[in-house]
């Protein structure tokens, strides 16, 4: 009789057992979710515009940890912002890359491809009895002595043989940051190699390109004095603007006369010098850079 009890109350021990299992595996339920990785998504608001229109680019990517942007021939040429409106100043085929970094630590990029119609060139019509300088156009009748370019501080002068003005141009750049910048002030030449009489001309003609926020000098020398007219960067004095397109620029001789009454222009040694303003400090804009074609004298 004792062994047929002890046997029921192991089962009724077990069954409590059990029940209590069953009932407290309940509240150790959990969900489980499997990992998803984050998700590359941007667009842009158009792939096609003229020069001097803006395109804007967005980031709605998931799980990002980081975003770099890289627009080239646009301004801004980068970004680390998700929402980014760049401006594209010239003509040509351009790519967009946007390269994310996820929470996980893995990337992914995204490109874009963007077409800028330049903008129309105006026809080069050249003046009767004009001087030419410096110009590639076949229909100026006089012509000026020999020419020497020369980078009298820091400015790296070069020719570059397409996309100017009307074909080849020259690119006045500062070297790219300090300390290969050294000092403060630049400066470059374009020199006749014999003194030269330009008194019976009235004006001094160049295409210029340029996105410069520096001043800076357009100078004129005989064998001794010095004449210069100064632009800044919001005048667009004379034409002079800073929107990265060519532009005409028509400067009166009479104003560097102005300028510097002892200038004598029977005898103008150097007839175009690139010169930056003091006390400015092109190594702190660190952006000097001037396209320079087409270059002549009319009255």
Excluded at 122 to 128: K, L, M, R, S, Y
Aim: with cysteine.
């Amino acid at each position: 009789m004792t062994i047929k009890l002890n046997h029921i109350a192991k089962l009724k021990y077990f069954l409590l057992v059990l029940f209590a299992s069953l009932f407290s595996c309940e509240d150790d339920v959990r969900e489980v979710y499997l990992y998803k990785k984050g998700e590359l998504k941007a667009e842009s608001t158009n792939t096609s515009v003229k020069a001097g229109e803006t395109i804007t680019y967005t980031d709605s990517s998931t799980k990002v940890r980081a975003v770099k942007w890289t627009f080239q021939g646009g301004s801004p040429g980068s970004s680390i912002e998700p929402n980014v409106e760049v401006k594209y100043a010239k003509g040509g085929t351009f790519t967009t890359t946007l390269e994310i970094t996820f929470v996980d630590n893995t990337t992914q990029k995204k490109t874009f491809t963007v077409e800028v119609e330049a903008p129309a060139t105006p026809p080069i019509v050249i003046p009767a009895d004009a001087l030419k300088i410096y110009s590639e156009n076949p229909d100026f009748t006089k012509t000026a002595p020999v020419l020497n370019w020369v980078s009298s501080n820091q400015f790296v002068i070069k020719e570059v043989a397409a996309d100017g003005y009307e074909g080849a141009f020259r690119n006045f750049s500062l070297p790219a940051a300090p300390p290969a910048a050294e000092a403060k002030w630049a400066m470059a030449i374009l020199s006749f190699v014999n003194f030269t009489d330009i008194s019976s001309y009235t004006h001094i003609n160049m295409a210029v390109r340029t996105t410069s926020t520096g001043k800076i000098r357009f100078r004129m020398k005989d064998a001794s004095n010095t004449g210069y007219v100064e632009f800044d960067a919001t005048s667009n004095l004379y034409g002079l603007k800073r929107d990265g397109s060519w532009n005409m620029v028509k400067i009166p001789i009479a104003d560097y006369k102005k300028q510097n009454p002892s200038l004598d222009l029977t005898k103008i040694k150097d007839i175009l010098v690139l010169r930056s303003v003091d006390p400015e400090d092109v190594r702190a804009l660190n952006n000097y850079i001037f396209d320079i074609d087409h270059i002549y004298l009319s009255k």
